[in-house]
T-cell receptor, first 114, second 113 residues
Framework: SAVISQKPSRDICQRGTSLTIQCQVDSQVTMMFWYRQQPGQSLTLIATANQGSEATYESGFVIDKFPISRPNLTFSTLTVSNMSPEDSSIYLC???????????FGSGTRLTVV | GNSVTQMEGPVTLSEEAFLTINCTYTATGYPSLFWYVQYPGEGLQLLLKATKADDKGSNKGFEATYRKETTSFHLEKGSVQVSDSAVYFCALSFQGGSEKLVFGKGTKLTVNP
């Protein structure tokens, strides 16, 4: 299965600022997924990122708040913009498996907004 | 729509006790089913999976069987260890990795020595 390097692993940010999270995959993948895990909650999909096209956002998430880049088949970034304390969460990227239907996750970015 | 319902937690067990975490799903069609585990302070790891009815996924002593008739994928382990303390998520997806995972709410397991 793919190996994902996600960074930063954690950050404490001031409200009103932005943070960009990076995910690097060790193999080429068509689709990458970005999830949010609010404290004590399950994972919610933010958007799906295909290389060469606009990301597809889930209901309740907008591009202005969570812009995503996907410049090639091994890399993606998620930016959390104009942060507020409600954005304090763990953000995870994921890629789908090939044939075995498994998904691999990055180690997550634990964001605290103060 | 597609959804996953998981047994509410938290669950607290003594070491060597039997574990069951219930998971049922609602889906149009036949999804692949997964159990993921999240250890404290870490990301998600795939624990086991099953892609069709009657398949049994197993790993690290954990097992789950894909039951189409009851739309269930319950997680079991015969003898838990302190190191199994974690949050367990049941999830489903379609189309072999090209579709998103739909997660249950997660069940926190604490195993005491």
């Amino acid at each position: 299965s793919a190996v994902i390097s996600q960074k930063p692993s954690r950050d404490i940010c001031q409200r009103g600022t932005s943070l960009t999270i990076q995910c690097q995959v060790d193999s080429q993948v068509t689709m990458m997924f970005w999830y949010r895990q609010q404290p004590g909650q399950s994972l919610t999909l933010i958007a799906t990122a295909n290389q060469g096209s606009e990301a597809t956002y889930e209901s309740g998430f907008v591009i202005d708040k969570f812009p995503i880049s996907r410049p090639n088949l091994t890399f993606s970034t998620l930016t959390v913009s104009n942060m507020s304390p409600e954005d304090s969460s763990i953000y995870l990227c994921s890629v789908g498996g090939r044939g075995d239907y498994g998904y691999t996750f990055g180690s997550g970015t634990r964001l605290t907004v103060v | 729509g597609n959804s996953v319902t998981q047994m509410e937690g938290p669950v607290t067990l003594s070491e060597e006790a039997f574990l069951t975490i219930n998971c049922t799903y609602t889906a149009t069609g036949y999804p692949s089913l997964f159990w993921y585990v999240q250890y404290p302070g870490e990301g998600l790891q795939l624990l086991l999976k099953a892609t069709k009815a009657d398949d049994k996924g197993s790993n690290k002593g954990f097992e789950a069987t894909y039951r189409k008739e009851t739309t269930s994928f319950h997680l079991e382990k015969g003898s838990v260890q302190v190191s199994d303390s974690a949050v367990y998520f049941c999830a489903l997806s379609f189309q072999g990795g090209s579709e998103k995972l739909v997660f249950g709410k997660g069940t926190k397991l604490t195993v005491n020595p």
